[in-house]
């Protein structure tokens, strides 16, 4: 989600200052690459990048083809072919696989790719978008990024046109009910009908000097992130300038500022044992996807023993979303240390993986 706020924010740029521009999006990967399908960048006419398709090693070559597309105003499907030891490109490349991007003008009109992409940013909640390509039949035209689709609303392009517009349009139903991304075929074109995720956010309790690094990694990562805080002298912008949002407040009447949702992770870091007992009683009944407590796990069991005696129900799934220590066991110290591994758990968690090192994984990486 953070590359397609960054592309965004780009084309807004070049838009003002009068530069074309062009969008690689990576729609379909067999075999391993560095970066899967979905992945996108923007470039200019002048060519500035923003986001990425590969680790760099496609990128210069991409930034040619697309400055023709930005002068013919012609998609164009590219084939990067990384298996083949003699091809100049798969020299030094690392990867073992075949990269098919889709490179497409922006045209000023009203609904462009940067429209659906905008969609699925403002959403805050899981989308689909649609690029349509032909491999068949590569000199055919690539119709390209035409539909953004949610459980609220739908913005096409040009999409009453196309004769399966109802074999297209249930396939991005059943995308979005099973919130997984699938590539599938109709009358000779390709359609990457993908699943975007919501952005996570962050809701830190604790202004204190260790809240400081957790604040800046999150923002590295595009997340949102509410700092809540009862000393209106240590919740400040000034401390604290990469947060979206600082709530001074009681742990009572925080709920009245902050909303979350299925992807919102809360870790609580005050060192204020009152301050999080009350607000883990007012948080409880919502059951929130994540809940990281700093401190021994002594105090858990503590908040956990005097919560229940207060008449609040913890279920299973409560237990399993509350995190304390929070962090994965990486040996941090320092609090930029411990912070990463605040950072990399909740990664963790919302992605529904382990932690463990990719090593020992038996599988492939990334999921066909």
């Known amino acids: 989600m953070k590359e ?10 070049a838009i ?3 530069k074309k521009t062009a969008l690689a999006t990576v729609v379909l990967v067999e075999g391993s690459a560095y970066r899967r399908a979905g992945a996108r960048m923007l470039i200019t006419e ?32 590219v084939t990067y072919d990384t298996m083949d030891d003699d091809a100049k490109l798969s020299v030094g490349l690392g990867c073992i696989g075949i990269i098919h991007i ?40 690539q119709p390209g990024s035409i539909l953004f689709f949610s459980d609220r609303q739908m913005i096409s392009n040009d999409i009453d046109s196309i004769p399966y517009k109802n074999e297209l349009l249930a396939d991005v139903e059943e995308a979005l009910g099973r919130q997984q991304s699938i590539v599938t075929g109709y009358l000779g074109y390709t359609a990457f009908i993908e699943c975007v995720k919501p952005l996570i956010s962050l809701v830190i309790l604790g202004a204190g000097n260790d809240a400081l690094p957790l604040a800046k990694m999150a923002a590295i990562l595009g997340w949102n992130v509410t700092l809540i805080d009862g000393r209106p002298n240590y919740a400040t912008p000034d401390r604290f300038p990469s947060v979206n949002k600082i709530i001074v407040a009681k742990p ?3 709920l009245e500022s902050v909303k979350p949702n299925e992807w919102t992770a809360f870790v609580l870091m005050t060192h204020n044992y009152n301050y999080e007992f009350a607000f883990l009683q007012n948080i409880l009944p919502l059951h929130p996807s ?9 105090k858990m069991e503590r908040m956990l023993e005097e919560l229940e005696d207060a008449g609040v129900f913890i279920s299973e799934r409560d237990l399993e979303a509350i995190h304390g220590p929070v962090g994965l066991d990486i040996g941090s110290e320092t609090s930029e240390e411990i912070a990463l591994a605040i950072v990399a758990e909740i990664k963790a968690v919302f992605s529904k ?9 038996k599988t492939v990486i990334h999921s066909a």
């Open 46 to 77: 002048d060519g500035q990048l923003t986001g990425a398709i590969s680790g760099g090693c496609l990128e210069g070559d991409a930034l040619r083809k697309a400055r023709m597309v930005i002068m013919q105003q012609e998609a164009l499907l």
């Open 4 to 13: 397609l706020i960054d592309i965004v924010a780009a084309y807004e740029r």
């Open 252 to 254: 009572e009447k925080v």
């Open 16 to 18: 003002k200052e009068n």
């Open 353 to 361: 993986r382990n932690g463990q090192p990719l090593k020992y994984k």
């Open 290 to 298: 994540y809940i990281g407590v700093l401190g021994p796990k002594k």
């Open 102 to 141: 889709l490179i497409e003008p922006i045209e000023g009109k009203q609904t462009n790719p940067i429209t659906l992409l905008r969609a699925a940013i403002n959403l805050k909640g899981y989308a689909v978008l649609v690029t349509l390509f032909s491999i068949e039949n590569r000199k055919a035209p």
